[in-house]
Nanobody
Framework: VQLAESGGGLVQAGGSLTLSCVAS????????MGWFRQVASKEREFVAA????????YYTPSVKGRCIISRDTAKNTVFLRMRDLKPEDTAVYYC???????????????????WGNGTLVTVST
């Protein structure tokens, strides 16, 4: 299984971007896909997640209301539409199978490592 993220770029604060994640195939035994982001010298953090079957979505509080995660099950693709971007959204964004945990957030699915190269989002002031 390979994951390929795309759609990042340089955008001014207040702008919008849509990220895409295409999976060569749906990872077995996983039921959700998440977006995570990482800034150099910091730990990777959860951004948003969605279940494949029902399309239930989850967001970290800092992006709630500004981001929408969606999926195309036929194409094994997950999207993250981001608007009203802020400089603090600057990071490398990764997609990865996820586990939904209580409290309405997600962690990377344990036991598999499908981290790709990510896609860089840079938000300028």
């Amino acid at each position: 299984v390979q994951l390929a993220e795309s759609g990042g770029g340089l955008v001014q604060a207040g702008g919008s971007l849509t990220l895409s994640c295409v999976a060569s195939e749906r990872p077995l035994n996983t039921y959700a896909m998440g977006w995570f982001r990482q800034v150099a010298s910091k730990e990777r953090e959860f951004v948003a997640a969605i279940t494949w079957k029902d399309g239930l979505s989850y967001y970290t509080p800092s992006v709630k209301g500004r981001c929408i995660i969606s999926r195309d099950t036929a194409k094994n693709t997950v999207f993250l539409r981001m608007r009203d971007l802020k400089p603090e959204d600057t990071a490398v964004y990764y997609c990865h199978p996820a586990t939904i945990v209580s409290g309405g957030w997600a962690t990377p699915y344990y036991g598999i490592d499908l981290w790709g190269n990510g896609t860089l989002v840079t938000v300028s002031t």
